[in-house]
């Protein structure tokens, strides 16, 4: 109990620092947003519109900045997060909920897989430490060092330009409406392939030599020599005692990585043109739009939050100590 109520304390403590931050960070750059979305439509907008905009953003008569903290929070608990500028003052909750699916569909999904080839194949390697398995590491280095743009640069040029075999961006079709039907589940698929597969590639070898590393570490630890010595299988040996030790540090950046699921790969969404929550921020980064930046800080902060809390969950699990450590 003492374990949870700390972990809870500490997570409480960060959500606010983090909804905080979210708070004074957009107005700690230069402009406004009213000004930017005026540069951007020079000409369309009337001066009676400027007004209700300045009126409908609190910039007519701006408030004490300790009152707007109180009036951000209050918007919060009500869950509203105001009008995005740079989408026809649309609410930003839409906003970011009509991009968020595309993002954790195909970044979530390429992560995931991405993990449990990696942690298996890193075991492997690890465990037949010393054989030809090994020839796998200089792979995996090779690949943890290419940047994501590189290698979506790459696969677009073979097969999407060369070969013809896939989209080079985009989401869908031109001319297709989403629907759940399976014809446009297979298009978003096609689509997705390129940009789900380049993912899975450049973070392969992270996980594979992790894996790899940690498995070598806890083979040499002494319960290891000891559950050989008790003629338990090999199997046995590799995934109760080893895997199940070597994996926790893994654990954690999974955990970090399921967290960044949802700010997405702003290059690899840029390079795709793909419609996800990372082209998104940099939009309303450089319209200075503070309600979708507030709104998508705010959404990646919890997420990266809950992945850690997860985590932490699983680590207990899977490593009782921890608990014993905190009681």
């Given at each position: 109990?003492?374990?949870?109520?700390?972990?809870?304390?500490?997570?409480?403590?960060?959500?606010?620092?983090?909804?905080?931050?979210?708070?004074?960070?957009?107005?700690?750059?230069?402009?406004?947003?009213?000004?930017?979305?005026?540069?951007?439509?020079?000409?369309?907008?009337?001066?009676?519109?400027?007004?209700?905009?300045?009126?409908?953003?609190?910039?007519?008569?701006?408030?004490?900045?300790?009152?707007?903290?109180?009036?951000?929070?209050?918007?919060?608990?009500?869950?509203?997060?105001g009008r995005s500028f740079s989408r026809g003052l649309a609410p930003v909750s839409e906003v970011i909920s009509s991009a968020l699916p595309w993002t954790i569909g195909?970044?979530?999904?390429?992560?995931?897989?991405?993990?449990?080839?990696?942690t298996l194949v890193g075991s492997y390697i690890g465990w037949k430490r010393g054989s030809k398995a090994d020839a796998v590491v200089p792979i995996a280095t090779f690949?943890?060092?290419?940047?994501?743009?590189?290698?979506?640069?790459?696969?677009?040029?073979?097969?999407?330009?060369?070969?013809?075999?896939?989209p080079a961006s985009h989401a869908y079709g031109k001319g297709s409406a989403p629907a759940w039907d399976w014809g446009f589940i297979v298009e978003v698929i096609h689509?997705?392939?390129?940009?789900?597969?380049?993912?899975?590639?450049?973070?392969?070898?992270?996980?594979?030599?992790?894996?790899?590393?940690?498995?070598?570490?806890?083979?040499?630890?002494?319960?290891?020599?000891?559950?050989?010595?008790?003629?338990?299988?090999?199997?046995?040996?590799?995934?109760?005692?080893?895997?199940?030790?070597?994996?926790?540090?893994?654990?954690?950046?999974?955990?970090?990585?399921?967290?960044?699921?949802?700010?997405?790969?702003?290059?690899?969404?840029?390079?795709?043109?793909?419609?996800?929550?990372?082209?998104?921020?940099?939009?309303?980064?450089?319209?200075?739009?503070?309600?979708?930046?507030?709104?998508?800080?705010?959404?990646?902060?919890?997420?990266?939050?809950?992945?850690?809390?997860?985590?932490?969950?699983?680590?207990?699990?899977?490593?009782?100590?921890?608990?014993?450590?905190?009681?």
């Amino acid at each position: 109990m003492r374990f949870l109520l700390r972990r809870l304390a500490f997570y409480a403590f960060t959500a606010w620092a983090a909804i905080t931050i979210n708070f004074f960070l957009p107005r700690m750059m230069k402009g406004d947003p009213i000004s930017a979305y005026l540069a951007k439509n020079q000409g369309k907008v009337s001066p009676d519109a400027i007004e209700s905009l300045k009126t409908l953003f609190g910039m007519d008569n701006p408030k004490p900045l300790w009152q707007q903290y109180l009036d951000y929070w209050a918007l919060l608990f009500k869950g509203d997060l105001g009008r995005s500028f740079s989408r026809g003052l649309a609410p930003v909750s839409e906003v970011i909920s009509s991009a968020l699916p595309w993002t954790i569909g195909l970044v979530g999904i390429a992560t995931v897989l991405s993990f449990l080839i990696g942690t298996l194949v890193g075991s492997y390697i690890g465990w037949k430490r010393g054989s030809k398995a090994d020839a796998v590491v200089p792979i995996a280095t090779f690949f943890s060092t290419v940047p994501y743009f590189w290698m979506g640069l790459i696969v677009i040029a073979i097969f999407a330009s060369r070969l013809g075999w896939f989209p080079a961006s985009h989401a869908y079709g031109k001319g297709s409406a989403p629907a759940w039907d399976w014809g446009f589940i297979v298009e978003v698929i096609h689509h997705g392939f390129l940009p789900a597969a380049t993912i899975v590639l450049a973070s392969l070898g992270g996980w594979i030599l992790g894996m790899r590393n940690m498995m070598v570490t806890v083979l040499d630890e002494d319960y290891i020599t000891v559950a050989e010595a008790k003629g338990l299988t090999p199997r046995r040996v590799l995934m109760r005692y080893a895997a199940r030790n070597a994996v926790l540090p893994q654990i954690q950046s999974f955990a970090l990585s399921l967290g960044f699921i949802v700010g997405g790969t702003l290059v690899m969404e840029l390079v795709f043109s793909y419609p996800g929550v990372g082209k998104l921020l940099l939009d309303a980064t450089n319209s200075k739009d503070y309600p979708l930046m507030q709104g998508l800080f705010l959404v990646i902060s919890l997420a990266v939050l809950v992945a850690n809390i997860l985590a932490d969950a699983a680590y207990a699990v899977l490593d009782p100590r921890t608990r014993q450590m905190e009681a």
